[in-house]
């Protein structure tokens, strides 16, 4: 069991994370290089999660976000993964492709445009960056071993989430698959936390465990104090909305040995007062933002 007293982060430090008052206007979409990095090994404590990558400065889930996140001082990055219509898994938070590309333009005919409907190979045609800023024109969707494969130079734990998981019947063994492909993501190192999987989809989530069972899962959403023993067997992170909680109900999942992740605030005042509950660890837009908080050692009582 991934439990509580495993919480700690393997980090890359490097002169290329950027923190501070700067960090916010930090967007440079290129590889992030680390020369010879050294490695700390953070106490346990509060883990600022990138939701969707740096999704307050860089367009969401794509390369840019992510590294965007490092240069933050992020600890981990959220993603959300759907799967192609010849079973590939990318990252796109809508279960359609219209939000977040310029699908209307390069598939005019084919409203609705829904992921499950195009090919990898036309996923990959699309323009996934030009919506947030003409710096990003050259963002793509990415595909969950391209990020893997990316970002592990950078030392990020990596956060996913099982979206729409019924609509992709199957989808928690071809997820498994792939982060099979790398053993830098899965190999068991009880010094580390490099992998989590979640959903909103809690049988999902129950589905993902019996075929890795290794690899720690979190629950999204608030399940009744009195069933978290029972989903404990199966889970090893409670991730609710940081509005319906409170220090108790924190408490109650620590003494299930679950962590607490919650989602997603991004104000110093809101992060100082769910560190204030006893969460574990932030989801947030801006991990800049959270990554002062954490050094100013303030948080709201």
Do not use: C
Request: charged share 25%; no cysteine; aromatic share 6%.
């Amino acid at each position: 069991m991934y439990g509580r007293k495993r919480l700690v982060i393997a980090a890359v430090v490097s002169a290329a994370v950027v923190t501070g008052p700067s960090a916010q206007a930090v967007v440079d979409p290129s590889p992030v290089l680390f020369g010879d990095p050294a490695v700390l090994l953070r106490a346990p404590g509060p883990v600022g999660v990138a939701h969707r990558g740096a999704s307050g400065a860089a367009p969401e889930n794509t390369l840019a976000a992510f590294r965007t996140a490092a240069r933050m001082g992020a600890d981990m990055f959220e993603i959300d993964v759907q799967e192609t219509k010849d079973h590939k898994i990318v990252l796109l938070h809508d279960s359609t492709l219209a939000r977040t590309t310029n699908v209307e333009e390069v598939f005019p005919g084919r409203k609705p445009w829904r992921v499950s409907d195009f090919t990898l190979a036309e996923v990959k045609r699309l323009d996934a960056g030009s919506w947030f800023g003409d710096r990003f024109s050259k963002e793509g969707v990415p595909t969950l071993a391209e990020v893997m494969r990316e970002m592990r130079p950078t030392g990020l734990g990596m956060l996913v989430e099982l979206k729409d998981p019924a609509r992709y019947p199957g989808v928690e063994k071809r997820v498994a698959a792939v982060l099979r492909g790398d053993k830098y993501w899965t190999a068991p190192d009880s010094r580390e936390r490099r992998l989590v999987v979640q959903s909103f989809d809690w049988a999902s989530v129950r589905r993902f465990h019996k075929v890795m069972p290794d690899v720690p899962t979190a629950l999204i959403g608030k399940p009744k104090a009195s069933t978290l023993a029972g989903h404990a067997r199966y889970a090893d992170q409670i991730n609710p909305n940081h509005r319906e909680l409170t220090a108790a109900y924190v408490r109650k999942v620590h003494a299930a040995d679950m962590d607490v992740l919650t989602w997603t605030v991004n104000d110093a005042a809101g992060m100082r007062r769910v560190l204030g509950l006893g969460v574990d660890g932030v989801i947030t837009d801006r991990p800049d933002v959270f990554r002062k908080v954490v050094r100013s050692g303030a948080a709201a009582a």
